[in-house]
């Protein structure tokens, strides 16, 4: 069984990383905030000091970060993980990235005798902690073969989508359809309970028909209830919706109401909402329908 190092031990990296020593496997993990690491250690993880010292001890390393400023930070920046790994390792960035950056650290990696995938994840919290996330890979398919196993562990739906950088490709039209479907849903929500309808009901309802969505389900109870601690949150969805764009620009696709909803996530993060999960975007439009945030 290989070495595996993680590094990221926010709201996902955390669970995916406690379902990976769970399953059996050596971890050896860092974050830039060491109790959360610590907590892991409490469990039999090894606790590093650096991404350098995770990559020096391990034959597969996982990172789950922020964004792109974090990724290229800890992969190719002073102490990071190309300082200390190994010929013939695996880097397997799970974070929500850019494609563009994802090519530049695959084709960086490659040249210095190492493999390196992106596979962003989608399910949230919940999928992370159950193991039921989504995993779309871009990279090498013998890369992708040798993760395959780790990503099982973490994972249901485990697909290799194409070549490096397309993994962050299909998470950006993945964010776009949960940002829309969110949004989409809110409005419905607002609707039904100005009109007098208990959300409950209305949940119930759209959750039977042609308009069930996967949205529903996991966030039914935080559009009802208003209590939105963070499963993903709105600056972080904001971000991969700014990918989205930038995506569309760089490939000439037009993407209008992918626009609306990330000027939309805006202006809740100008509201002080940032770190609130993203199904607060019902507040906005509560707000836009004179009920205020409640």
Not at 222 to 227: A, D, G, I, P, R
Request: proline share 3%; hydrophobic share 45%; net charge negative.
């Amino acid at each position: 069984m290989e070495r595996v190092g993680f590094v990221g031990l926010g709201i996902m990296g955390a669970a995916m990383a406690g379902n990976l020593l769970e399953a059996g496997h050596e971890l050896v993990v860092h974050n830039r905030t060491r109790a959360k690491a610590e907590q892991l250690a409490q469990r039999g993880a090894r606790v590093a000091d650096s991404p350098r010292e995770v990559a020096e001890t391990s034959d597969v390393v996982i990172t789950m970060l922020p964004g792109p400023p974090e990724v290229e930070a800890v992969v190719a920046g002073e102490g990071g993980l190309l300082e200390g790994a190994r010929r013939r390792s695996l880097i397997v960035d799970m974070s929500t990235s850019t494609p563009l950056l994802a090519r530049q650290l695959a084709r960086t990696a490659r040249e210095r005798g190492l493999g390196m995938l992106d596979a962003p994840v989608s399910g949230g919290d919940i999928g992370a902690r159950d193991g039921t996330l989504s995993i779309m890979v871009g990279g090498e398919k013998d890369d992708f073969e040798r993760a395959r196993s780790l990503f099982e562990v973490m994972g249901e739906t485990v697909v290799h989508v194409g070549e490096a950088g397309a993994g962050q490709v299909v998470k950006a039209c993945n964010q776009i359809v949960v940002g829309l479907v969110i949004e989409a849903v809110a409005e419905a929500m607002v609707l039904g309970t100005k009109a007098g309808v208990a959300p409950g009901r209305v949940s119930e309802v759209l959750s039977g028909g042609l308009a069930s969505n996967k949205i529903l389900e996991v966030k039914g109870e935080k559009f009802s209830s208003h209590e939105f601690t963070p499963g993903g949150k709105v600056e972080y969805h904001r971000k991969d919706l700014g990918i989205a764009l930038a995506a569309g620009r760089e490939h000439g696709v037009t993407l209008p109401v992918t626009a609306l909803v990330e000027q939309m996530f805006g202006a809740l993060e100008a509201k002080g909402r940032g770190g609130w999960d993203h199904s607060a975007l019902i507040t906005l439009l509560e707000e836009g329908s004179g009920e205020g945030a409640r």
